[in-house]
Nanobody, 119 residues
């Protein structure tokens, strides 16, 4: 099995910053891309950002573009999400996920980490 463990969530005031980490471990797998998603109370889970493992190209949701930065450490199978200028509407549980080249999109998901932004 593959385990994804997120960390770095917490409570921050509007305008502040947090850095999330997600470390993948377990059986050997190929990584096509890793992504971050979030789910706010009463809302559906939404895409935040992803990074292609080969080449490092990134893509962001419009709502976070210019404020969030996704990066990776290939050697450690770890993906990061630097979140700056946080807003109350960024409050959500943040999940990382791995696309392991199954052709079914994201195959593995973490347990989530809570991010709360106070106004």
């Amino acid at each position: 099995q593959v385990q994804l463990v997120e960390s770095g969530g917490g409570l921050v005031q509007a305008g502040g910053s947090l850095r999330l980490s997600c470390a993948a471990s377990g059986r050997t797998f190929s990584t096509n891309r890793m992504g971050w998603f979030r789910q706010a109370p009463g809302k559906e889970r939404e895409f935040v950002a992803h990074i292609w493992w080969s080449g490092g190209s990134t893509f962001y949701a419009d709502s976070v573009k210019g404020r969030f930065t996704i990066s990776r450490d290939n050697a450690k199978n770890t993906v990061f999400l630097q979140m700056n200028d946080l807003k109350p509407e960024d409050t959500a549980v943040y999940y990382c996920a791995v696309d392991a080249l199954s052709g079914r999109g994201y195959d593995y998901w973490g347990q989530g980490t809570q991010v709360t932004v106070s106004s």
